[in-house]
Nanobody, 123 residues
Framework: QVQLVESGGGLVQAGGSLRLSCAASGRSFRRYVMGWFRQAPGKEREFVAAISWSGGSTYYADSVKGRFTISRDNAKNTVYLQMNPLKPDDTAVYYC????????????????WGQGTQVTVSS
């Protein structure tokens, strides 16, 4: 069992930056692939980024490639999402998730989910 709690969301102007954090409980954090997803109002949840258990492999959605960076600190049971520069289209609730299988962009591969943190980017 893994509990996930996101933090770091907020309101920022276009071109600005935010760093999201996702703190995980449980001793098995380092065994999981971790991912970030987002859901904008009226839209389906979409993949943002994922990172392997070791941190050696990462995978990004085309819409954020080159702007967002996913990382993890297994000693702190935390995964991060550095976002810059932000655009208004990045406005969404951001969720972190844990998967027991290989690195994936598919939401149904992820077994555990956090409650989400709101990111709002003003133009």
């Amino acid at each position: 069992q893994v509990q996930l709690v996101e933090s770091g969301g907020g309101l920022v102007q276009a071109g600005g930056s935010l760093r999201l954090s996702c703190a995980a409980s449980g001793r098995s954090f380092r065994r999981y692939v971790m991912g970030w997803f987002r859901q904008a109002p009226g839209k389906e949840r979409e993949f943002v980024a994922a990172i392997s258990w070791s941190g050696g492999s990462t995978y990004y959605a085309d819409s954020v490639k080159g702007r967002f960076t996913i990382s993890r600190d297994n000693a702190k049971n935390t995964v991060y999402l550095q976002m810059n520069p932000l655009k208004p289209d990045d406005t969404a609730v951001y969720y972190c998730a844990a998967a027991g299988g290989p690195i994936s962009s598919t939401s149904h591969e992820y077994k555990y989910w956090g409650q989400g943190t709101q990111v709002t980017v003003s133009s």
